[in-house]
């Protein structure tokens, strides 16, 4: 049974930087899939962030490309996110996810998610 | 502003049959396959169907998906009180190199 735990600081002060941890437990990461991230913001809908694979290859939100950066732990089996210059709108649930992409394309495996709110 | 679009709201009684679209594009839907979410606030989503109809082991046959041209759609047959939640359809986008999110819909079971 596939498991994703998502963990961080749940404050981060405008300007800086955001830095999140999936841990992975029953299934090993370098296996395969692609591993990502998605936000909630208070209020609207789901948005994806990035999805990566072990090897290095990533797609990310053009919206967001220039701020985020996705990297994986294989020794940890751990996925992490990292997100520059953060602004309120910033603020948001982070949910960590299995993306099945160029097969079944849908993210199957998802953790509860971490409550981060960008304030000074 | 999302380039799949979902209605925000719909709602339906008991046992009614409920139908959430999503709309997008050729290069989204017209060109990949889509995925149907279910979200309870403060739980993790659920993927309810893959593969534009088909569904993962241990999701109810009342939920059914199905695609047509740049369009698809979620049905709930059979309305359950515990189906109120907010739906997402999600698709791969070929011009954004990205995936997509509908903007999301909120069942209510009246």
């Known amino acids: 049974h596939v498991q994703l735990q998502e963990s961080g600081p749940g404050v981060v002060k405008p300007s800086e930087t955001l830095s999140l941890i999936c841990g992975v437990n029953?299934?090993?990461?370098?296996?395969?899939?692609?591993w990502g991230w998605i936000r909630q913001p208070p209020g609207k809908g789901l948005e994806w962030i990035g999805s990566?694979?072990?090897?290095?290859?990533?797609f990310y939100n053009a919206s967001l490309k220039s701020r985020v950066t996705l990297s994986i732990d294989t020794s940890q089996n751990q996925v992490s996110l990292k997100l520059t210059s953060v602004t309120a709108a910033d603020t948001a649930v982070y949910f960590c996810?299995?993306?099945?992409?160029?097969?079944?394309?849908?993210?199957?495996?998802w953790g509860q998610g971490t409550v981060v709110s960008v304030s000074s | 502003q999302s380039v799949v679009i979902q209605a925000p709201s719909l709602s339906g009684t008991p046992g009614q049959r409920v139908t959430v679209s999503c709309s997008g594009s050729s290069s989204n839907i017209g060109s990949n396959v889509v995925s149907w979410y279910q979200h309870l606030p403060g739980t993790a989503p659920k993927l309810l169907i893959f593969l534009n109809n088909q569904r993962p082991s241990g999701v109810p046959d009342r939920f059914s998906g199905s695609k047509s041209g740049t369009s698809a759609s979620l049905a709930i047959s059979g309305l359950q009180s515990e189906d109120e939640a907010d739906y997402y359809c999600?698709?791969?986008?070929?011009?954004?190199?990205?995936?997509?999110f509908g903007g999301g819909t909120k069942l209510t079971v009246l």
């Open positions: 029953g299934y090993t990461i370098s296996r395969g899939y692609y």
């Open positions: 999600a698709v791969w986008d070929d011009s954004l190199n990205g995936l997509l």
């Open positions: 990566m694979y072990h090897s290095g290859k990533t």
């Open positions: 996810a299995r993306f099945d992409y160029g097969d079944l394309y849908s993210l199957d495996y």
